[in-house]
């Protein structure tokens, strides 16, 4: 009987002791093994692992969500400059600039001696609705002060965004009013704008400057071609300079407009990606007109694409300076709480088959971003002998010879003109005095300037008022010691750059543009070169040699 209960349980007591060796093993493995966790060897995901393990075992609370927003950017930044990680207010900021519009009260303010004042009244907004002007300044938003250093521009702009159709309660002071005025602003839907002037350089040139490559570019841009068209224009000038990008589509439909049928405007390739091309249709209204593209290192993505384009189907005349050089194709992934990745998914190609995405190291950031100083220490922007063309060789549909990896070399150099700057003009340029003090000027001379309509009139009133002098003295008075034989080495500039500023606080931005063009010597070789009717670039002639 003994004997026969003793066999029956002999499985059960097996069971039970390779149980307990089984406990006693994982409890040995995970003290003595490193918390190992099955990493190793698994297929499981090592990034979940270790913020798990930190978040169960570190010695101190860890805020898990600030660990993962930090650590996001760093790991895409091993993989090349472009991919890159936004938080979910970065990534709302950077998708109002590419769709066009955003939801505000419609001014653009400054923040100037601890108060927000008012620049600029959007045209149809509801600020202007409501009675607001250039020159108020903002001291409360619903009932907040608003006034004071520890208050920034970005503090202030935050409690006057809001959702569209929501109400937000302003406290103004104005020039001549004794009490603070109160409205009350519905928020409505504010344009932005990528087209920032449109204008006749001469009777038979016309000008369009385009600042971002956005959802609404290539509407605008048809609006200003048609304004243009009006007026008679026979050449035109795009000035892309300092453009730095954005929506790659919205580039392919700009050049589509200047483009013969079936001409390749770019085309992209990816690992995971098979070659995609993109081709003119056709429909474009301005196949054969003359044209010229201004740009410089600050042209870049969406830039490259439409100088590339032009450049490389010899279209038109590329002038100015060599571009950045950005070649890769991101492609945005969202994720549930808003925020993004930008993940470089493909690499863009010129029509000639270049890809122009300047060289970096995997990892090293730092040193690609550098590469702009790197140029301008090397003297590129000042001499074209300068410029390092180490990439392989293209050849446009005509048989001109282009470079590929760094850039689009311009077909026509143009110089940073330098030889007026001073350290005196650089330190007050650096500091922000001359912003500061055009700002001041500006606002304390709103009526009399308002009342002037023309550049030639502003300019002749402003030298009147002795601006540079005065200017001379208020930056002393801060600090920027008065050196009289370096202000007029660099009166030129000084004087330039103080206008252009006033002229662009109280003016409409095309009439700064306007001002700021009429002596910028790429906006004047461009001129020349439509004028001389040389837009149109040559097939290289063929060398022959005798027998």
């Known amino acids: 009987m003994n004997q026969n209960s003793s066999s029956r349980f002999t499985p059960i007591l097996l069971a039970l002791c390779l149980v307990a060796g089984i406990l006693i093993g994982t409890f040995y493995a995970n003290h003595f093994s490193g918390n190992r966790l099955n990493i190793i ?42 991919s890159a990680y936004t938080t979910a207010k970065e990534t709302e900021a950077a998708m109002e600039s590419l769709k066009g519009s955003f939801s505000g009260i419609g001014v653009s303010f400054t923040k100037q001696n601890d108060t927000a004042r008012i620049i600029s009244v959007i045209k149809g ?16 938003v619903d009932g907040k002060d ?64 385009i600042k971002s490559f956005s959802e609404t570019t290539y509407p605008e841009l048809l609006v200003s071609l048609a304004e243009l068209n009006q007026k008679g224009f026979k050449n035109l000038v795009i000035d892309l300079r300092d453009n730095t990008g954005g929506i790659m589509q919205t580039a392919i439909q700009m050049a589509n407009i200047f483009l013969p049928k079936n001409r390749l405007i770019l085309y992209t390739e990816g690992r995971k990606f098979p070659r995609e091309e993109y081709k ?51 492609q945005p992934i969202e994720f549930r709480d ?71 070399m311009p077909d026509i150099f143009v110089p940073e003109d ?39 009139e502003l300019v002749r009133y402003l030298d009147q008022q002795n601006v540079v002098r005065k200017f001379a003295d208020f930056a002393q008075q801060r600090g920027l010691r008065k ?12 004087r330039r750059s103080l206008y252009a500023s006033i002229i662009n606080n109280v003016k409409e931005t095309e009439q700064f543009y306007e001002f700021v063009n009429s002596d910028d010597p790429a906006v004047e070789r461009a001129i020349k070169v439509l004028e001389e009717g040389k837009a149109f670039p040559e097939a290289p002639q063929k060398t022959v040699t005798s027998q």
């Not at 907004?125 to 409360?140: F, H, M, Y």
């Not at 500091?431 to 030639?456: K, V």
Request: glycine share 10%; with cysteine; aromatic share 8%.
């Open 338 to 408: 808003g925020s993004m990745i930008r993940l470089t998914i493909a690499r863009y190609y010129t029509p000639s088959g270049r890809c122009i995405q300047k060289p970096y190291v995997k990892g090293h950031g730092e040193e690609y971003e550098n590469d702009l100083m790197e140029r301008y220490e090397r003297g590129e922007f000042f001499s074209q002998d300068s410029i390092k063309q180490k990439g392989p060789q293209f050849k446009t549909r005509l048989g001109r010879t282009v470079y590929g990896s760094g850039g689009i």
């Open 280 to 330: 003119s249709d056709g429909r474009g209204a301005f196949p054969n007109l003359p044209l010229t593209v201004l740009v410089n290192e600050g042209s870049a993505s969406a830039s490259e694409i439409f100088a590339g384009a032009i450049q490389d189907n010899d279209r038109g005349t590329i002038i100015g300076r060599r571009t950045y050089g950005k070649g890769l194709v991101q």
């Open 125 to 140: 907004g509801p600020s202007e609705k409501v009675g607001l002007l250039a020159g108020d300044r903002i001291v409360n």
């Open 146 to 209: 608003i006034t004071g250093k520890d208050i920034t521009a970005e503090d202030c702009m935050k409690l006057m965004k809001g959702k569209k159709a929501s109400k937000v309660k302003l406290g103004i002071r104005r020039t001549g009013e004794k009490e603070t005025l109160y409205y009350t602003i519905t928020r409505g839907d504010i344009p932005v704008h990528s087209i920032e002037a449109t204008y006749m350089l001469t009777p038979e040139t016309g000008y369009v400057k």
């Open 41 to 82: 060897n698994t297929n499981s995901n090592k990034v979940n692992d270790l913020l798990r393990i930190i978040d169960d075992q570190y010695v101190d609370t860890v805020n898990m969500t600030d660990l993962v927003e930090k650590a996001m950017p760093r790991i895409l930044a091993e993989l090349d400059p472009h």
């Open 483 to 494: 050196r009289n034989l370096m202000l007029y080495k660099s009166r030129k500039l000084f």
């Open 418 to 456: 330098t030889a007026d700057i001073t350290s005196y003009y650089k330190e007050a340029w650096i500091s922000g005095l001359i912003h500061q003090y055009a700002f001041n000027f500006a606002d304390s001379h709103r009526p009399e300037l308002n009342e002037i309509d023309t550049n030639e």
